[in-house]
């Protein structure tokens, strides 16, 4: 499988305990997922069909002392995809010009219509949020859209009975592929612990959300480890503090 751009096993490499060797790349943990050719007609991760914002009849009663926003754009910007627009207008319900975390996970939903785990949707936001405001403008918005659509081909690629979930083996070898070389006890933990419908009621399964916060968790908490992981033997040795903000800075 030629995925060693984005930090794969090459065929025939036995993998490093814990992990491979970290890959090069640019922006972070966030790097796109890996590129697979298959589209397919896959509701997942997409945004629930949706007409056009009402149009109001005037603005909102602004807040005393408070000027009012800068006016949106008619259309959108040069050089922009027109349906994008269409759906992050739609989406701005509020008609600021920024999408929150509530209002994109109204608009997110997974292959079964649940809509997305806000830790999931917050998690996102948080990584194009380049401002700190808390919220994404279009151009924003813009490069989480290719991300989750990069996430959807990698979920789809993994996912391999079409199911819309994915389960204990399906998610065992995904993290083999992405180069983690992890017990089966913990596979099982990773998938009960992301599974949506809890330790009683699930089946073992994992949605597309909960599939994108598992994979990031994995991989930013692997970073985090590997800060201290200096000879790369999968083993480190930390006091309670250091524990502590290894942890913390993932939160």
Not at 76 to 90: I, V
Not at 195 to 207: A, E, L, M, P, R
Request: hydrophobic share 25%; glycine share 10%; charged share 20%.
């Amino acid at each position: 499988m030629a995925y060693n751009q984005y930090g794969y096993n090459q065929a025939g490499q036995t993998p490093q305990a814990g992990y491979q060797q970290p890959y090069q790349q640019q922006g972070g943990y966030h790097a796109p997922p890996p590129q697979t050719p298959q589209q397919g007609n896959y509701q997942v991760g997409g945004y629930r069909p949706q007409g056009q914002a009402p149009q109001q009849g005037y603005p909102p009663a602004q807040q005393y002392g408070r000027p009012p926003p800068p006016p949106r754009p008619q259309g959108p910007p040069p050089g922009s995809d027109p349906q994008l627009w269409n759906w992050f207008t739609a989406v701005d319900t509020d008609r600021s010009g920024q999408l929150s975390v509530d209002e994109l996970q109204r608009a997110l939903v997974n292959g079964d219509w649940s809509p997305f785990n806000i830790e999931t949707v917050r998690t996102m936001v948080n990584m194009f949020d380049k401002d700190n405001s808390g919220t994404i403008d279009f151009n924003e918005f813009a490069g989480l859209w290719k991300y989750i659509e990069d996430w959807k081909r990698c979920f789809q690629t993994f996912d391999a009975d079409n199911s819309g979930n994915i389960d204990h083996n399906e998610m065992s070898n995904a993290l083999k592929t992405f180069g983690y070389n992890l017990s089966d006890q913990f596979i099982r933990v990773l998938v009960q612990k992301f599974d949506k419908y809890g330790h009683s009621t699930g089946k073992g399964n994992i949605t597309f959300d909960n599939f994108v916060q598992a994979c990031v968790t994995v991989k930013t908490l692997t970073d985090s480890f590997r800060q201290f992981d200096t000879d790369n033997d999968g083993w480190i040795q930390i006091n309670y503090e250091q524990f502590l903000e290894l942890v913390i800075r993932q939160r």
